[in-house]
Structures are given as C-alpha cells and as structure tokens.
C-alpha cells in the first residue's frame, strides 16, 4: 500500500466520477489487466477480542485486522452487559489511533510555549530529561516541588500517579475526576453502607442481574413492581451501550419503571413514567420534601430502619455524636463485644418502647432485640435532652412540604407526589444519584439524601438496589471490615489510617507492626508515618477539605492559588496523565496563568491538545487503547472481569503503565535512593516492565502465562459464579461470632446520620488515625440544603439581575469527557457544542434555532449553538461542558489556547466549593446570553474535518520501546 492519506469524501468524489464515465460512454470500459496470482489471492482477516476504553464502562468487543490494520470494530454478543452494543465512543477507536493527532515519538518542545515547535527525541532522551527535571526541582526547593495530575476522564490510567508522589514525598495530586466525580458519592456509600457502589446505577449490574434473573426474594414474581429512580444519572449518554441497555431490558423485559429528576428531558426523561425538572442547585431541597412525605405519611419499613439504621440511636447534643451505652452507663457489658479484642460491634443508646424508657440498644438479631427502638423521640441522657438521629432528620425536612419544594424547585408539587408514593410503594427500587451532585456546592449532602431515601424505604442490598455489594469476597465469615478510601494501601503503607470494625487495640497492633516493619528495613518507621502524615496535612486544601483524602487528590482551587502566589509553597514541576486540563478544570482563565507558571510541564498522552501546545515541555506518547494490555484496570462487566490485549502498535508509542516507573526510576537515580522519601513506592510490578505486568496480571486471573490467556481466546475473562455474585441481604446471614454480618461502618448498620462527616472534620480521623489532623467546621451529617451562592432566584442573597438564567450541564453520548474530540465522524454529527434553551427564554433574547450565542458568567464566556427545545424550563440552560476546538490545527492562521472560542469551563466557579470535598460549581451557576457570531475558529462543516481523518498507511507496526 502506498503511502497517503484518503478520506471519504475522497473516495466519493472519485466513485462518482468513475460513475459518470461510465454513464457517459454508455457502456461499461474495458479494465486493465493485473496479475493473476495477485487477483486471486484475498486479504487475511484476523478476529481478536479485547475490551474498549473509550470511557470507565469497558465493553468486551471484537476486532478485525487486516495486514495488521484495524479495520473494523465490533461488540462482543458473548458481553453479560453489552451484548454485543458499542457505542459512538467505541467505533471511533479507528480514527483516533490512525489519527493525524496521535503522537508516534516522545517530542521535546523546541520553540516557546504556545508555538506549537516540537523535535522528535528517543525515549532515552526523554526519560532522562523527564528525570531531570523532577530531581533538580527536587533538590533545589524540595519534595513538594513536585506535582502530577490525572483523572478528568481523560487517561487511561488513574492512581499511578502515587507511585511517583511517594516516591519523592511530595504531597499534591489533582484528580480533576475527584472532587468533581464520583468521588463525594464514594465516600458516602464506603463510610456509611460498608461498600463501594457510589450510589450510581449508571454500572446497571443490579439492573441486568434481575433482568437475566428474574427471581426476586428467592420466587419469580411478574406482577411485582419495581421502580428506579435516576436522580441526575443518564445511562444512554455516558455508558449508552451498557447501562442504557441495561435500562431498556429492565423496562421492557421486567415492565420496570423509573421516574427521573433531571433539568433536561434526556433520553430517560423522554421515556420516564415521572419527570421531575428540577432546577439546577434546587435538588437537596426536593429531596428532603421527599423525606419529609415518606415520614410524616408513614411510608418508611419501619423494621429496616429500626434494626439496621442508626436512626433510632440518640444523639449528644454536645458532641452531635451518638451515645455509646459506656458513656451512660460506666458499668455496661456489650453482648456483643468480641472476647479476643479484634472485632468492634458497639453498643449505642436508644428510647425503648416496650418502657418507656432510655435503654441499651447493643447489636444482634432483630428477633432477639430486647428493646423496640423508637426512631423518632427526644429523651433526656445524662440530664441533658437528647434526639434521635431519626428526629434530628424529621426535624430538618419538617419544613419541606412538598408545595415549598415546589415553588424552591419550580415543581408541581402533585407531580413531586405522584413520584414519592409511586417510589415509596414499589416492592423493589433503587435510587441512582448521578454525577450532577458532584458538579455543585451540595456534593456533600445530596449523596446522605440519596442515602436517607432508600434507607428508609429499606432499599438497601436488595434487588434493584444501588446499595448493593457483589461477589463472595464481600460474603465475609467474620464481621465485616474495611480501610477506607482509594488510596487506602498507601496510607496503610505508611503505617496511617482506621480499618473500620476493628477495636482500637486491633487498629494499633496493625500499624505498629508497619512501623516495625520500616525499622527492620533500615528505616525509622515512626518518622516514616509522621512524615506521611505531614504530608498529607501539607497537602493543598486539605485541613480544609478533608473529604479528598479519600481519592488522595488535592483541592483544585488551593493549588491554582500556591502556584501563582507561591503561598504557603510553589508546585512547579508537573507530570501530566491526561489529555486537556483547560477543557477539564475551570475557572480555565486562572488555571492557564497557574500553567504558566509551571518550570516544566511533563505531559504523557496519546495526542496533544491546546493544553499541550500552549502548556507542556516534554510529551511522552502513550498507546490508544487498542495498542495495550492490561488487566490492572479490567473491564469490569456483571460477574466478569475481562482483559485489555493488544491488537496493533504503531511507532514508539508505550503503555500508559510503563512510563510513570521510567520516569520515577530515572529521578531516584539523579537523586539518590537515600535522598528520597521513599525509593521503592513506584516499583509497582506492573510499572518494570511489560514482560513484569504481564506475568502479574496473567497470575491475577489465574493462567500461567499471558499467553495462556491470549491463546484462549473466548476466555479472556474472569468469571465468578452468578449465585455468589447475586447475593441479596448479605447483611442478615451469620458470621463467625454468632450474629448477622450487618455492614462494613462504625455501627454495623447503615449510618444514615453521618458520624464520619463529623469525624473526619474534627481530626482527619479514619485517614490520619493515629494523628489528629487539625479541626475544621464540621460537615453537615445529614442531607440538608443551602441555596446556590449564585442563585436565579429574586430575594435571594446570590440573586444578581444581571445574570438572570441558571446553567447546568451533562453528558454526551459521543465522547467521553475531553476526549475525542479529533474523532472526523463523530464531530460532523457534533461539530460544536450546543446550549439547550426553551423557545420562551430564546424569544426574550431574539435568539432562534441554531443561531449562535455568547454565555457569560462572573468569570467569562462562552460560546455555543442554540438549540430550541421544549425539553427544558425557562430560565434553565444546558450545554456540554468539554470541548476541544481546532485552535492550533496548522489551518489556522494563528494559535490560541482554545480557551474563549468553546469553553464552558471558563465560566465555572472554584470561589465557592463544598466544604468537604473542595468541589467546584461546575452547575448551577448564574450566567447571561446574546445572540452572537460563529467564533473564526471553530469548524461546523463536514469537510472541515479533513485534517482529522485517519492516515491508512502510517508507521509500521512495531515493538514497544520498555
């Protein structure tokens, strides 16, 4: 095959031509004669299966190679959750590696920042001035100098980044993914459920499991209902062949109904038994109308919410904690404690019916519960009055009638009805809390709400439930335990941290013994975890924020600040794991100076973007998903587990895993072992080398080799048998000491009323134990609400008539976050993005269908197309919040960051953040339109994608450089 490029429109033109020549000479022309060894001979086609990476979903597919190019890519009908489906993202997989835009060498900026001047170097090369770089930095103003960046959607790897920070002891890692997504919800579902489920049902395992396994509670059961609720989650746009597909069965084959709350008529809405469009911001205080209703009309499980909740537990009203029966009474003996000291189930306080009376209320079977806990009740403990955790809920949504939630939320306050006693009466359901809450000040508090709901509907580990915990491992034979957070083993790594239902005596023994462990290496193990633990406290944002030690992230809006003001310290060197930060982080004004200031910038991706050319030093290539294998982030699907395995490589790309250990190896040396904090944190097995990773993962799943798993080639796959994966009511089945396993938190209940919110305000604590990290206000325990700091609301304290309209925004089904966006196809279906606008509000603007508007905020504008819709309230505003213009293409005349053309992000808002998680208002803030013109350069036509279309004869396939 020649060397060039074709494009479609290419092949079109020329097939028309020939078309007409054949019309015209009214007859069909002679051909010309080839060889006939050559005409008879065929093209080998090759079928591999692998699993995508276009987003976290991960779908099994397979794909066909011919003369080892990719040319065709489809869904794995033998996939348990996609069953055969891909989506847009996938497809686009053979665009994006043949892409002009995917980088085949390491390349070392030549020019200045901005000019978009790079040299080709070896990999050598560029590990060592990687390495250089992060050691002189190092050396000349200390560890903190250092900082990486990851998430955002953007990478196909996450928390490698540790192995590098702790490496050196540096301190501040961004994970624009963090604080923005997920990762608020995850720390409600692992403190207060026990497990990791991040009460998002966009991973609709719970969905297909009773769609293929109909038998609910045990007996098959068609007239049973069961309802969903998707608060804010939108399947059919972020995981469109997995859980959209899970959704539709669900509807279709189980007569499933759902009721959406969402400002936008997505996909869901449109097929919604209940819409609820919300206003943006507004969504606490629907969900405390909620819990109200449920209350006061008595619609709650009663049994559930007294036996396996800490509602019924009274509260100190000194310490807003719940009473331990030590604390009243000093002689108290727990039944329930454990003889040998290791596991804690402790005893609380509660009003007992049955005497009227403040009683014990210790952990056991329900049936054996000598108390009827009174969930509702003030009572006085210790000659002080004391409530209910349960009371203290009522309390708060007293005031949330459903009209005064209507007139908050721009409701129908019978419409908010008709959901609350449709959900309340279902036999089965589940409450899925989308990514909408991690955008806005409330990221804290909607997820306890999204709790409290199901709590008190007994929607927990039940069939349809997003509280569900999968698989044997979570089927423990001793009370259940857990360290908390992502980064957990490193902090355990340091001798820091609580593993929850251990004593404390437990909790001790198993950090000393990790100091012991540092001093028998050589190394003074208790200065190890004191420096951990400064550093930890050193980290920016984080005495206030502590709710990012549970990604180990650090908050965005701190670090900007350190890094233009150099207070209380300057990062200055960065090692960049994603694709575009302007796109991803906002405000992308005040980031771009913070990038700016940065001595070096180190970014590894499979293409650049205005954030590479305006921002980075050095670009390490790294593979396109169909160029690696892993199975240290695997597809996870249903009972499955399937691996990532390579079908091409082009160039001197390498895996993603592999370039973190090289850099990190090549800065220990400049360094020296012993001027590190630690040498050894980033010799991650799978970091050595691919020959190392694959060993490590092969053992992972049970083969001998990686090549045993590859030759069996329809069982790339871990697989865990259905009935020990579908488990409901893991938490009323007997362990080792004789009572139920209950969950994996304090109380061995759920905990709706949130003592970790408190906990982790006042000392860090489970992160820091054994330290006290510096005390902060305390986080609200319980879902409550606060009006948007910017509020479209006249009388309000953030109302400001200028900024009139509220904005919002949400997924795509086309790409996944910031990425690609250089996919030619996709981009003529979506070649801008789009503001979604009723035609009321349009008309006050003089706005029409597809005119052009400039968006303004606080902080900056935006610009997008209209889009007419009845699908959203007056006054609301959506748009697609990642967007990558063609702002440093070589067709353009002059290079831009890309920033002011499309970038809702330099709208968005870091002044006012969640007091626990440091999440920005990516949502719900105020703004203004104008009717506008198309910005110079964003590209609307379809042949103005040409420089993006793949080039069909690139470098050849080769080996990986590690």
């Known amino acids: 095959m020649t060397k060039g490029t074709i494009s479609r429109r290419g092949f079109m033109k020329a097939a028309a031509a020939t078309g007409a020549a054949l019309t015209a000479a009214g007859s069909i022309p002679l051909l010309e004669t080839t060889d006939q060894a050559f005409a008879a001979g065929s093209v080998e086609r090759v079928m591999h299966k692998t699993a995508c990476h276009g987003c976290t979903n991960c779908c099994p597919v397979r794909v066909y190679t011919e003369d080892g190019r990719v040319v065709k890519i489809e869904g794995d009908p033998d996939g348990p959750l996609n069953k055969g489906g891909v989506c847009l993202k996938c497809l686009s997989q053979i665009q994006t590696v043949y892409s002009p835009r995917h980088v085949l060498h390491p390349m070392k900026r030549v020019g200045e920042r901005g000019e978009n001047k790079w040299e080709a170097i070896s990999w050598d090369e560029a590990v060592d001035l990687a390495g250089e770089q992060i050691a002189t930095a190092v050396k000349k103003y200390g560890p903190y100098a250092y900082w990486s960046a990851r998430g955002g959607g953007g990478a196909y790897i996450e928390w490698e980044t540790s192995g590098l920070d702790y490496t050196f002891g540096g301190c501040n890692s961004l994970a624009s993914g963090a604080c923005q997504c997920a990762m608020p919800r995850d720390f409600v579902s692992t403190t207060s459920v026990g497990f990791n489920c991040c009460v998002d049902m966009d991973n609709v395992d719970r969905w297909v499991g009773i769609t293929d396994n109909a038998e609910l509670d045990g007996t098959r059961r068609d007239d049973t209902e069961r309802v969903f609720v998707l608060w804010g989650s939108q399947p059919h746009s972020s995981k469109a062949a997995h859980g959209g597909h899970g959704l539709t069965d669900a509807r279709s084959n189980l007569g499933v109904k759902t009721i959406v709350v969402d400002p936008y008529m997505t996909a869901e809405a449109a097929k919604a038994d209940v819409w609820l469009p919300v206003r943006p911001g507004s969504d606490c205080a629907l969900m405390l109308s909620w819990i109200h209703h449920i209350i006061e009309n008595d619609l709650y499980d ?21 009473y331990r029966a030590e604390e009243v009474w000093p002689d108290y003996v727990n039944p329930a404690a454990d003889p040998a000291g290791v596991y804690d189930t402790p005893a609380y306080v509660c009003f007992d019916a049955k005497t009227n009376s403040v009683q014990p209320f210790p952990f056991t079977v329900p049936e054996d519960c000598a108390v009827d806990p009174v969930i509702f009740a003030t009572a006085t403990v210790n000659g002080k009055e004391a409530k209910t955790a349960g009371q203290i809920y009522k309390e708060e949504a007293e005031p949330w009638t459903l009209e005064a939630a209507g007139e908050t939320c721009w409701l129908d306050p019978e419409r908010i009805r008709e959901a609350i006693e449709l959900y309340a009466n279902a036999d089965f359901g589940g409450l899925s809390n989308g990514v909408f809450s991690d955008h806005q000040e409330n990221s804290s508090t909607a997820p306890l709400g999204a709790l409290a709901i199901d709590a008190l509907l007994g929607h927990v580990e039940s069939p349809c439930s997003a509280f569900q915990n999968h698989g044997a491992a979570s089927r423990t034979a001793d009370r259940p335990t857990q360290r908390l957070g992502v980064f957990s083993s490193t902090f355990e790594r340091y001798g820091l941290g609580w593993t929850t239902g251990l004593t404390k005596a437990e909790n001790d023994r198993l950090l000393d013994a990790i100091v012991a462990d540092w001093d028998a290496k050589g190394r003074d193990g208790k200065e190890m975890q004191r420096y951990f633990f400064q550093s930890r406290c050193d980290t920016m944002g984080a005495n206030e924020h502590k709710g990012i030690h549970q990604w180990q992230t650090c908050a965005p809006k701190e670090l900007r600040q350190a890094i233009t003001t150099g207070e209380p310290y300057r990062p200055r060197v960065m090692y960049e794991m994603s694709g575009n930060k302007y796109a991803v982080m906002g405000p992308s004004l005040e980031w771009k100076k913070a990038y700016d200031e940065q001595d070096f910038v180190i970014q590894q ?14 670009f390490l290539p790294t593979t396109e998903w169909l160029e690696y294998d892993s199975y240290e982030a695997p597809g996870t699907h249903f009972n499955r587990h399937y691996a990532r395995c390579q079908v091409t490589h082009l160039g001197e790309t390498v895996n993603p895993f592999v370039s973190p250990y090289q850099v990190a190896a090549s800065a220990v040396e400049k360094l020296g072992a012993e001027n590190v904090f630690d040498p050894d944190a980033y010799k991650v097995p799978f970091f050595e080398s691919l020959e190392a990773a694959r060993a490590a993962w092969a053992e992972q799943m049970g083969k001998g080799s990686w090549q045993e798993m590859l030759d069996d080639i329809d069982h790339r796959f871990t697989e865990e048998p259905i009935d020990d994966y579908m488990a409901y009511y893991q938490y009323k089945e007997p362990v080792s000491d004789g009572l139920p396993r209950g969950f994996a938190t304090m109380s061995r209940k759920v905990d709706v009323y949130s003592e970790a919110m408190l906990r982790l305000a006042r000392t860090g604590f489970p992160y820091m134990y054994p330290f006290d990290q510096p005390a902060c206000d305390d986080y609200d325990p319980i879902c409550t609400f606060k009006e948007p700091t910017e509020s479209p609301v006249e ?30 196809f996709i981009r003529e279906v979506m070649p801008a993005p789009e503001l979604k606008i009723n035609p009321e509000t349009a008309a006050e603007y003089g706005i029409e269908h597809l005119d052009w508007v400039k968006i303004t905020s606080r902080r900056g504008s935006s610009n997008a197309r209209a889009y007419l819709t009845q699908g959203i309230a007056p006054g609301v ?9 063609e702002c440093f293409d070589e067709t353009q005349e002059t290079i831009t960051p890309g920033i002011e053309e499309c970038g809702y992000n330099i709208m968005s808002a870091d002044e006012f953040q969640n007091p626990c998680f440091a999440t920005n208002s990516y949502r719900a803030f105020t703004v203004k339109i104008e009717k506008t013109e198309r910005p110079e350069r964003i590209w609307i036509e379809s042949e ?11 470098e050849p396939v080769t080996e990986e450089v590690f």
Do not use: C
């Not at 991706?605 to 980075?616: D, I, L, R």
């Not at 900024?803 to 997924?811: C, D, F, K, N, S």
């Not at 505003?877 to 213009?885: V, Y």
């Open 605 to 618: 991706y499979p293409n650049m973007t205005s954030f590479t050319v305006q921002t980075v030093d050095l």
């Open 795 to 824: 009388g309000q304290p953030g109302y400001d008539p200028e900024y009139p309209l509220v904005i919002t925004t949400g997924r795509l089904p086309h790409f996944h976050h910031g990425t690609m966006r250089h996919a030619p």
């Open 877 to 885: 505003l959506i748009t697609e919040r990642f967007w990558n213009p």
């Open 944 to 954: 103005q994608f040409q420089p993006f279309m793949p080039t069909l004869s690139g």
């Open 302 to 322: 009663e049994q559930f919410v007294k036996h396996w909740t800490n509602l019924p537990f009274l509260i100190n009203p000194d310490t807003r904690l719940a």
